[in-house]
């Protein structure tokens, strides 16, 4: 079954690309122009109705949100290693990296980029900004990945996502947080995704 990746340069969807590249799979692109506005098309919100990038097709399949779409992706080619299998004793760690992200990272760094006024920790879904990053931090600090020796497709996401978020301010420079994303972004996969969207980011001027 073919496998479509819906993509747009400078976005989330980087993360998804560079785990494509890391698993060896596959793939096709459905490239689209933010700047244009193609995300709020009537064709990709068919898609995904949230008008967000990253999406994939697997034959019949449409998966959005990222972390769903790293457990299908990882998953779909076990060959790669990049996810432990049910049964094993690292997979409940590695499930809970990838919801972290979802469920607490990006509300913190959000309602800090959009410069809310905190909610109590007992009120708010994630407790709190102080506390989810000295969660993660915690984990980094015990590396060299979050599931210890073992790089995962958690890994891919997250070195990805501390990039941006580090560029944005949205994250401080931490040493452990710097080294662990040099340690993702040196990796071959992540070199040739970025390469190769750089060049598309410039096609789309």
């Not at 995300?39 to 949230?50: I, S, T």
């Not at 760094?109 to 879904?125: F, G, N, Q, S, V």
Request: proline share 10%.
């Amino acid at each position: 079954m073919n496998l479509t990746l819906f993509h747009a340069p400078n976005s989330r969807s980087g993360a998804a690309r560079c785990l494509l590249e890391e698993l060896g799979a596959p793939y096709e692109l459905h490239v689209l122009n933010l700047k244009k506005n193609e995300q709020r098309a009537p064709d990709y919100l068919a898609v995904n109705p949230m008008g967000k990038v990253p999406a994939i097709r697997h034959g019949d399949a449409l998966v959005t949100e990222q972390p769903a779409i790293f457990i299908y992706l990882a998953d779909l080619f076990p060959e790669a290693g990049l996810a432990p299998a049910p049964g094993d004793p690292l997979r409940g760690p590695y499930l809970r990296w990838l919801a972290f992200y979802g469920s607490s990272f990006e509300p913190a760094i959000t309602d800090l980029a959009m410069k809310r006024e905190p909610t109590p920790p007992m009120m708010c879904p994630y407790g709190d900004y102080d506390t989810m990053l000295a969660t993660l931090t915690a984990q980094l600090r015990a590396g060299p990945w979050l599931l210890g020796e073992r790089f995962s497709a958690a890994d891919v996401l997250w070195g990805t996502a501390l990039g941006w978020a580090t560029m944005f301010k949205l994250v401080p420079e931490l040493p452990e947080v710097m080294a662990y994303i040099d340690r993702v972004s040196s990796r071959p996969a992540a070199r040739r995704a970025a390469e190769a969207d750089a060049l598309l980011a410039a096609a789309q001027g």
